[in-house]
């Protein structure tokens, strides 16, 4: 599958973006979310940066799943999520092709 990368801003909170795309002529709408995540926020002080992502991402509203780890800056780091529903069609047009 190509790509297209689209610049976010760095913004605190949560940033929902919705996509429609004509691949084509076939429309398809996605769904994604870019959040900050502070290692402030860890529960549990920790020097294993992945710990503290695997703990933040564990309880994490279920309709979403991962898709992009952004790079880390020492306060933060960037995280996408896909709808799962998104996911699955995305996959599904793989298989397509």
Not at 15 to 37: M, P
Not at 66 to 81: A, D, H, K, N, R
Not at 83 to 91: A, C, G, T, W
Request: contains cysteine; charged residues 25%; hydrophobic residues 40%.
């Amino acid at each position: 599958m190509a790509h297209i990368a689209i610049p976010i801003p760095t913004i605190p909170g949560k940033q929902d973006v919705e996509i429609e795309v004509t691949v084509n002529g076939q429309k398809q709408a996605l769904h994604y979310r870019v959040e900050l995540f502070y290692w402030a926020d860890c529960d549990v002080p920790s020097f294993d940066r992945v710990e503290c992502i695997r703990k933040m991402l564990s309880d994490y509203d279920q309709d979403w799943t991962l898709y992009y780890i952004g790079s880390p800056t020492e306060q933060f780091v960037p995280i996408t999520f896909v709808k799962k529903e998104d996911l699955v069609k995305q996959r599904q047009l793989l298989m397509v092709s």
